[in-house]
């Protein structure tokens, strides 16, 4: 990075902050209680708040978006989208709604909106079933839409996301199967009909607002086949094991019959996969029995957060004694509480059989795993959950020891709060491997693996793999083709986000799509229990590449990439951070889009309290830097990397991978060589072709002070736990992190904020008439800090896990004011400042101090809380002909 203009001209400053207290400004921080009101105003913005009045384009007016190479362009040129989600029945607002909300979009520099979860009930409203749309919700989609087109935003449509059929259209024993029905839906041939029905009568549908149909309507840029979906990862997720049938027998037909196309017999397909029965050996398992010396065996893991009581049972099942565990909270870590059985010598490639008897005083599931009992504490082979239920349940595991260990140890973990019970565990060397007696190819027999299932032999695994990507390729292609020829839709057609399936699958369509939450709400029991549930409360700054660099080490290479769903969810201290950082890394590395998650999950949009994890309608400390993250990633401030590193990863590889993982999520930079904090440095990615662009770096990036290539973006974490991110280009200015007492460098701007009450807050300059800060030039301000609804009550549940239950508070939203000095290169006399209040006008006059350096052109724009706003207006004008 060029040396700056600030670095020749630190004297200054001395001079400013001694004239500044002369005058009496305080420089102490604000009282920590001292929160003020504060929500962006709904309705028109007709001042520099408004990203419409300086970044609108009309939506389809230039044809339709098409993808040329890595990037979007239309008939006017080259094209990025900032965007949001809307979901369930904020996709069916009225048409008052509708036209304020998409105002609203547009004045914050949005210019796409994802439809999302249209599917899960909103859009069949009236009708008897999931398979006919409401013509009365479909018109207010419509209008919508049009809404959105009128003020410069295209649309996403998504196709699947959470519609769940059920008896009403022909589908039993919902409750048996994926949720959503993901992964069944990539080969049951009926749900595919109805997949297609369903894109037919929706795409085919004419707009009676446009004129125009969904599939050729220019204004819609992007549909998505099936949200967050794929075989290998539903697979994966262990549910597929247990499905009822129909669907069952129809998963191992497909099976069966790709094997019989291979092998043709049972004989050949036996002799490949080397199936056979190994005699069981001695007992490994000391402890097995949970005599009253179990205590010699079996260790307790706990923390300080760990609330869990074990004891042994006289009798279990069969007479046996058993082995009680009662966790009433789980610890710092999700492992935690675990039972562990050390001092078990394992031997690579060797068979080995653990079996047991389970149960619980409710339905759930354990998991058991075969690690190292030492560090690095690796896994050796198995890792299996094991469903439990208020009987006694018997189960029997066989696995391949992968490495050689004197030490290893049987874990007992995934104890969510309840009461366990063990009894008669069992590890022997040997055990069945392959085909049981009786499964043949020739009745369609031979079973489909499964995840929490026996571990299968080699070349079985690699079977596995390569059929999960037939299917995966079948599924995907076959609905862009139908898409594409058979409906023409001109819109961009994408499969699923990547990470769920095979890399080189996806790429077979228009463009490639990712999610990405940093602390994403965990919920240690039920799913979306709004009684018990979590985020961690940690700063992603302090984390160098966070989610950022996961996400570019999927990325490939010469192929439009673009994130559909981001956030920080609340109510993470820390979360304005967000979106300012992946603007900036999204335009670093060349993405062509970025999708805030969400805007808002319901029709209420016109409220003063933050609502939920994700909505950000009402979140003033996110929406005042929406306008710094426009003009980051649309208007291009943020320049492109200038050397791309991409990492081969040719079909072959995909599949050497993918046949010894069956883990798509492993298809990264980091998988094949290309460490992603690189990322950090320079645009990275997979390249598909199998070839490497540019010399493959030697070592690491430096691990405190992050610099990317253009010298705009810095990620420093130098001093533990007081990481900061910064860019600095010519018309945007960004500092997120923590503030530590020091003065930070944007180039010809600086930055000295005062403590606020987790010393960290968020800043960001844009320029939104001019060419520069040097002027003249019209600049939005905004600063932001802690924010919480009034009432909110918050626990901290150890380990940085922190809570609301239920207790989100209520109206309005209370803000913290940031104080600080801005510094401008520019004499005092040539500017003015205004704090601004909740709809972007000017409400008070804000000081503009000199130094006390005679002759310096600079100046320092004051902030502080008692203007109680987040946002402010600086006007340069010309310099003085003198």
């Known amino acids: 990075m060029k040396e700056s203009r600030f670095l020749q001209t630190v004297p200054w400053l001395v001079g400013l902050v001694a004239g500044l207290v002369a005058v009496g400004l305080s420089s102490t921080a604000q009282a920590e209680g001292d929160l003020f009101p504060f929500v962006v105003a709904y309705g028109d913005r007709p001042n520099i708040t408004d990203v419409s009045r300086w970044l609108h384009r009309p939506a389809g ?14 008939d006017a040129g080259p094209i990025r989208f900032w965007g949001t989600n809307l979901c369930f029945e904020a996709c069916f607002p009225s048409r008052q709604e509708a036209e304020r909300l998409a105002k609203r979009l547009a004045s914050f520099g949005f210019n796409v909106v994802r439809l999302h979860h249209m599917d899960s009930y909103s859009i069949w409203g009236k009708s008897p079933n999931k398979t006919i749309i409401d013509p009365e919700k479909l018109d207010q989609l419509d209008y919508l839409i049009y809404q959105l087109k009128e003020n410069g935003i295209y649309v996403n449509i ?66 998505e086949i099936s949200n967050e979906d794929a075989l290998y990862t539903v697979w994966n997720w262990g549910d597929l094991d247990d499905l009822p049938d129909p669907y069952a027998t129809t998963f191992r037909k497909l099976w069966n019959d790709w094997l019989k196309k291979k092998y043709g017999t049972t004989d050949a397909l036996r002799a490949a996969w080397k199936a056979g029965e190994f005699p069981l050996g001695e007992e490994l398992l000391a402890g097995g029995k949970f005599g009253p010396d179990y205590e010699k065996f079996w260790r307790l893991e706990r ?205 077979q369509l228009d463009y490639l799509d990712d999610h990405a939450y940093w602390q994403h709400p965990a919920f240690p029991g039920r799913p979306w229990d709004p009684e018990n549930w979590y985020v961690r409360n940690i700063a992603m700054v302090n984390n160098p590449g966070g989610t950022l660099t996961t996400l570019a080490s999927r990325r490939v290479v010469g192929r439009v990439y673009t994130l559909s769903e981001y956030n920080h969810p609340a109510p993470l201290f820390y979360a304005a951070e967000g979106f300012p950082m992946v603007a900036a890394f999204g335009a670093f590395q060349g993405w062509g889009g970025i999708y805030v998650f969400c805007y808002s999950h319901s029709r209420d949009f016109e409220i003063r309290r933050l609502q939920g ?28 990397a200038e050397k791309l590193l991409a990492a081969p990863l040719s079909p072959e590889k995909e599949r050497e991978i993918l046949r010894k993982t069956l883990n798509s999520r492993r298809l990264t930079t980091d998988d094949v060589g290309l460490p992603s904090r690189w990322g950090l440095v320079h645009a990275i990615g997979v390249d598909v072709k199998g070839s490497q662009a540019g010399e493959p770096p030697q070592g690491l990036p430096p691990q405190q002070v992050f610099r990317s290539d253009t010298g705009e973006i810095v990620w420093d974490v130098s001093q533990e736990g007081a990481g900061f991110f910064i860019v600095n280009t010519s018309r945007t200015k960004v500092f997120t ?78 803000c913290e004011g940031i104080a600080g000095r801005i510094k401008l290169p520019v004499p005092a006399e040539q500017v003015r400042a205004w704090a601004l209040d909740e709809r972007g006008n000017r409400k008070a006059e804000v000081r503009v101090s000199r130094p006390m350096i005679r002759g310096a052109k600079v100046c320092a724009v004051e902030i502080h809380p008692s203007y109680q706003t987040l946002w402010y207006e600086i006007e340069i004008g010309a310099a003085s002909s003198r």
Not at 613 to 625: N, Q
Request: aromatic share 10%; with cysteine.
């Open 61 to 74: 007016k230039f044809g339709h978006v098409r993808a040329q190479g890595d990037r979007l362009v239309t």
């Open 158 to 223: 998504n196709l699947h996301v959470s519609r769940w059929l059920d008896d009403k259209e022909g589908f039993p024993h919902r409750d048996k199967r994926p949720q959503y029905d993901k992964g069944l839906g990539n080969f049951e041939p009926r749900m595919i009909e109805l997949q297609k029905k369903y894109a037919r009568d929706l795409l085919l549908h004419r707009n009676p607002y446009t004129g125009l149909t969904y599939a050729e309507d220019p204004a819609v840029a992007f549909v």
């Open 303 to 507: 923390d300080s957060q760990t609330l869990v009581e074990i004891r042994r049972l006289p009798t279990g099942p069969q007479g046996a004694a058993a082995l009680q565990i009662r966790v009433e909270r789980m610890g710092e870590v999700p492992w935690r509480p675990q039972i562990a059985h050390p001092g078990i010598a394992v031997k690579q490639g060797m068979p080995y059989t653990l079996q047991g008897f389970v149960r619980a005083d409710k339905p759930g599931s354990i998991t058991v795993n075969c690690m190292m009992a030492h560090e690095p504490w690796e896994n050796l082979g198995l890792a299996s959950p094991i469903p439990v239920d208020r009987e006694w349940r018997s189960f029997q595991l066989t696995f391949f020891a992968e490495k050689d260990d004197p030490n290893a140890r049987i874990t007992i973990t995934s104890l969510q709060p309840g009461t366990y019970e063990l009894a008669l565990f069992s590890l022997r060397p040997g055990g069945v491997i392959g085909l049981k007696a009786g499964e043949r190819l020739e009745d369609d027999s031979v079973p489909v693996p499964r995840r929490r299932g026996p571990v299968i032999p080699e070349q079985a695994r690699a079977d596995f793999a390569d059929f999960m990507w037939d299917v995966e390729r079948a599924y995907w292609v076959g609905m862009f083709r139908f898409l594409k020829e058979e409906l023409g839709v001109k819109a961009l057609v994408a499969g699923t986000q990547l990470g769920y399936g095979p890399t080189h699958i996806q790429a």
């Open 613 to 640: 994890y994700f909505d950000i309608k009402s979140d003033p400390t996110r929406l005042v830097h929406m306008p710094a993250c426009a003009a980051m990633f649309l208007r291009g401030d943020v320049k492109p």
């Open 737 to 814: 992190g923590f503030i530590g007492g020091r003065t930070f460098d944007l180039g010809e701007v600086g930055l000295q904020l005062e403590k606020t009450r987790l010393d960290w807050g968020t800043v960001s300059l844009t320029v939104i008439e001019g060419d520069d800060f040097l002027g003249p030039a019209r600049i939005l301000l905004a600063a932001t800090g802690y924010v919480q609804n009034s009432g909110a009550k918050l626990e901290e549940l150890g380990g940085q896990r922190i809570t609301l239950r239920r207790n989100w508070g209520t109206e309005p939203v209370l």
